[in-house]
């Protein structure tokens, strides 16, 4: 029976990806599939990187290795043109080698798998559509399969939004394989997504991994990352709450008239969001617009 695991959004979280490691060799996949965002958002994405590559498995392209190649090539404007909004992505083209960033540059956007007596699989990290344009519940069937159904297989699999996701219609059938690194349905554990052959057909096992993120907490305080940079911080938010934070948080500071970049806005915003008074968000329902 062939076993099939696609993950993605590991982000330079390697405590969850080795926990997704020691769960695939249980688990036992033919195939492993990385759909993209390995790097950046995360302390340690050298390491998560090179932990992909030797392992072999099938990488894609992402939008945050995109916006390290961007950055590589040159800096990219961010709230009041401060360098250090964008100090992350930028550190991360610094660590990497010029072999790694050309690497990079030759992932392919899209993999099929294709197996006898087996509906076909195509893997993205967003959609059909683009990298940044993920899949999820808040989708209307038409957008739906304005998203994806131009695929001629009949299975695609997605990322980008760190929500679980599965909806069939039409005789297909649209997944999103989750988190490992930045889970964005309020639950921690690393997730990922394995699709087993079952009588001529696929069913999917959302798999999600508990572990220790106390090490991803102290490699970020090893990195001068986490004091510079405001949006480090945004990032780490999304890593204890296991909900998005990024874009809500520009939004807050769009509406109370504050400096994104500021230490004050962000304690600001942090007080709102994660007291008794001010309840965490729900997980993410709308698309994600922007960095996800």
């Known amino acids: ?28 996949p033919d195939e492993v599939i990385a759909a993209g965002d390995i790097v950046n958002r995360g302390p340690q994405s050298r390491e998560c ?6 392992a072999g498995w099938t990488v894609l392209f992402g939008n945050h290795e995109e916006y390290v190649l961007k950055w590589a090539a040159g800096p990219l404007p961010g709230p009041d043109d401060n360098p250090d909004w964008w100090l992350p992505p930028v550190r991360v083209a610094q660590q990497l080698s010029a072999e790694e ?17 087996l509906p076909a699989i195509r893997v993205v990290h967003g959609s059909l559509r683009a990298l940044n344009d993920g899949i999820g519940e808040w989708m209307s069937d038409d957008d739906l ?59 999917a096992d959302f798999r999600a991994v508990p572990y220790d993120r106390a090490p991803v907490y102290a490699a ?26 990024l874009i809500r948080y520009e939004r807050f500071c769009e509406q109370q008239g504050l400096n994104p970049t500021a230490a004050d806005s962000f304690e600001h915003y942090r007080a709102r969001h994660t007291s008794a008074a001010h309840p965490r968000p729900a997980a993410i329902q709308t698309p994600p617009a922007g960095e996800s």
């Open 1 to 28: 029976m062939p076993r099939i695991a696609i993950l993605a959004d590991i982000h330079g979280n390697l405590p969850a990806l080795e926990a997704v490691m020691a769960d695939l060799a249980r688990v036992a």
């Open 101 to 117: 960033l050309n690497y990079l540059a030759a992932l392919p956007r899209a993999h099929v798998v294709a197996l006898p007596g």
């Open 220 to 245: 970020w305080e090893r990195d001068e990352v986490l004091s510079r940079a405001v949006v480090a911080r945004v990032f780490r938010l999304e890593l204890e709450t296991a909900l998005p934070h």
């Open 145 to 203: 399969h304005a998203a994806v159904w131009s695929a001629p297989e009949p299975v695609v699999v997605g990322a980008h939004t760190h929500v679980p996701f599965s909806r069939r219609l039409d005789g297909r059938w649209a997944l999103n394989s989750g988190a490992v690194g930045f889970p964005f349905n309020g639950n921690p554990a690393a997730q990922y997504l394995v699709l087993e052959s079952s009588n001529g057909a696929w069913q």
């Open 49 to 54: 990187l090179q932990a992909v590559r030797a």
